[in-house]
């Protein structure tokens, strides 16, 4: 039998045909493949654009635990999902959850390091412990964590964050603005190098406060430890005691008792 | 002789009646539902030189199963079929299996070198039971026995004869072996065993005899209506869609644009789900299967997928036709390829239910041949009957980005020119 007859009774005349969109296939099933499209370390722009206001997708991916150079990957998709879902992300954990979030709400069970990190609008809530550099660099928005590690909100523009226990070293470190309150204690050099806003800590407080600060406000409840506003410039401190050598060397801003 | 057909639909009706098997009709062929597990085995038992595997958990009815319908098909005693059966373990020698030198040749002087060949050697109705449970050295015997169809030892060769093989098989366990996938090739189709359902378990509850009284109910066959079942399955003819959906089939697991020759079973080390296929412009496409799959198949596959079609057909009274094809090929393909793991790993999979994402890879390639290349198949056709020139349908051929036109049409047209 010829072929064309072959094919004649396979199709029996129903030829209808379509050809193969192989341009248009551009499907994403895991982080290696978005990794392949826009790299390891792409802006949220970049990322934004492959997801394409897919909630689902956004959501498949984050649901893999990424490897470690997918991680920013998994941190711009967590924003993604968040900001595209009308009811709040829940997240086992992980670093760099809520990266540059925007909007909606995210909730940790337990936060990584840099959560949060660049977020400019929404809400991050970590239930328990959060690692380094919470909230660095936000100017916006607002995180609520258990409690964290060092650098907590590093280079703050705007924006809060509450620790409901303790705060590692240098919370609030070269600050220009928002409002951060910690309800236990905080570890040393807490607002170093801060230029504006405001540090609350209703527990007691390291050496070092306000280490060389320019601005902003610090208000320590509970007793501040060794050299407070040590070679301060501007802003102001209040404690409600203070440890030996507080002020020494300050070139401006306050130092009192409250 | 008897309608065989019918005389299986009595089988089939007296396993359920005599609360022997009742798997769910997990199988859907047309309007018709049947028990996978259950129809396969008896696929295999029309068939020659095809061995089935039952793979599940430990008492879903793999074992018993099988030697119920050998009892049924060889018209034996239930007791005599389960010692026809041999079982894996570490301690299993080629001895025990296939047969050992007779001793008592050596008190007589002269004469050929005798061998006892085993019952199980001697079977036409061979049963490995638990073949993951041979060490991987061991599961060599079967892949000699399945590709020889003879058995050889001291020097002597035993032919059987036609034989139906049935393998039955447990998910890894710690005592358990992985299958070589040169065995998996030999084994034409797998079936998964299930656990029986709430209303099943009840029934199954009814029982009140032993399975050996209760096999001596059944319907028994004669050998020489054993014997005529694969011709009767060989009268089912297989429609035209139904064949060119077959090597449609094969050429889209198989072809791949950056193995040697096109050919995906000749990949060794880099593979698909190695990152082979980055920056192939297929990969991603979800009409195209070639990045789907780490493995091709080998014309083996499609030997099974003819004869599994063909039997189930036979079975349930039907022309060989697209639905059962459908119904059929996930069960010959699963067990020979590898989904990669971003695709099973994804819901609703969850790196678990990898025959479901064949079969919906199988719907794929179905679906696209019967659809959609009918152009590119016709111009090939015409091609090759020399209605028009190569150079004019490799023309028209390259507007088709198909996998099995740029990668086999294209080339077999360039060859003729």
Redesign the interface.
């Known amino acids: 039998m010829k072929l064309s007859c072959f094919m004649d009774q396979a199709y029996q005349g129903n030829v209808r045909s379509r050809k193969l969109e192989t341009r248009q296939g551009d499907l994403i099933f895991s982080l290696e493949d978005l990794a392949e499209k826009v790299g390891c370390k792409p802006s949220k722009a970049q990322v934004e654009q492959l997801v394409a206001g897919d909630e689902k997708l956004a959501i498949r991916l984050i649901s893999a635990h990424p490897r470690k150079e997918h991680q920013l990957l998994w941190g711009y998709l967590t924003s993604i999902a968040a900001e595209l879902s009308s009811s709040p992300l829940r997240l086992d954990g992980g670093n760099f959850a809520g990266l540059e979030l925007s909007r909606g709400a995210i909730v940790l069970e337990e936060a990584g390091d840099r959560v949060g990190e660049g977020m400019n609008g929404g809400r991050i809530f970590v239930k328990g412990r959060a690692g380094n550099y919470l909230g660095q660099q936000m100017s916006g928005g607002g995180i609520v964590a258990g409690c964290c590690g060092d650098y907590a909100f590093r280079g703050m523009a705007t924006g809060w964050g509450v620790i409901l226990g303790d705060a590692g070293k240098f919370v609030g470190l070269g600050n220009l603005g928002g409002s951060i309150a910690v309800r236990g204690r905080c570890g040393e050099r807490a607002g170093w190098l801060m230029r504006g806003g405001r540090l609350r800590v209703a527990g007691e407080a390291g050496d070092y406060l306000g280490l060389i600060m320019s601005g902003g406000e610090i208000v320590v409840c509970g007793r501040a430890g060794a050299r407070a506003g040590w070679r301060m410039k501007g802003g102001s401190i209040v404690a409600a005691a203070y440890g030996p050598e507080a002020g020494d060397g300050a070139l401006g801003g306050a130092l009192r008792l409250g | 002789m008897p309608d065989l057909r019918r005389k299986i639909d009595a089988l089939a009706k007296s396993l359920e009646n005599l609360r022997l098997h009742l798997g769910k009709r997990d199988l859907a062929i047309g309007d018709r539902r049947v028990n996978s597990q259950l129809y396969f085995a008896l696929a295999n038992a029309c068939l020659r030189n095809k061995a089935l595997l039952l793979y599940g958990g430990m008492g879903a009815n793999k074992t018993t199963l099988v030697n119920l319908l050998g009892a049924s098909f060889l018209g034996l005693p239930f007791e005599e079929v389960e010692n026809l059966m041999v079982s894996g373990h570490p301690e299993q020698t080629e001895e025990k299996i296939v047969g050992f030198l007779d001793p008592r040749q050596w008190s007589r002087s002269g004469g050929e070198v005798e061998v006892l060949w085993t019952p199980w050697a001697r079977s036409q109705w061979k049963v490995i039971n638990e073949i993951n449970r041979f060490p991987s050295g061991k599961q060599n015997l079967f892949l000699e026995i399945l590709q020889k169809r003879k058995i050889g030892y001291a020097g002597k060769v035993l032919v059987p004869g036609d034989t139906c093989y049935f393998a039955t098989m447990n998910p890894e366990f710690s005592a358990t072996y992985p299958l070589d996938e040169a065995l998996l090739d030999r084994i034409s189709a797998t079936v998964p065993a299930a656990q029986p359902d709430f209303l099943s378990g009840l029934m199954l509850s009814e029982r009140q005899r032993e399975v050996r009284d209760l096999a001596t109910e059944l319907p028994r066959f004669g050998l020489q209506e054993f014997q005529a079942l694969p011709s009767c399955v060989a009268q089912t003819d297989l ?3 139904v ?2 959906a077959i090597v449609s089939l094969l050429k889209d697991f198989t072809l791949c644009e950056r193995a040697p020759a096109y050919d995906k079973t000749q990949l060794s080390g880099s593979k698909p789900s190695k990152g082979l296929c ?1 920056g192939c ?2 990969f ?5 299967l070639c990045w789907q799959g780490d493995e091709g198949l080998s014309d083996r596959a499609r030997q099974d997928l003819r004869e599994y079609t063909r039997a189930l057909a036979f079975l349930l009274g039907r022309a060989g036709e697209i639905e059962v094809l459908r119904a059929v090929a996930p069960f010959v393909i699963w067990h020979r390829v590898n989904p990669v793991r ?2 099973l ?3 609703p999979y969850y790196g678990a239910r990898k025959l479901a994402l064949v079969q919906e890879l199988v719907e794929k390639s179905i679906n696209r041949t ?9 111009i ?3 091609a ?2 020399g ?1 028009m020139s190569p150079r004019d349908a490799i023309e028209e051929l390259s ?4 996998p099995i036109a740029r990668l086999d049409f294209i080339p077999a047209l360039e060859r003729m020119r």
């Open positions: 429609s035209p869609q064949e060119l980055a412009h297929y991603g496409n979800p009409e195209c971003s695709l790993d994804q819901p019967l659809n959609e290349r009918a152009e590119m198949n016709t090939f056709s015409r090759v009957d209605e507007g088709h980005d198909d």
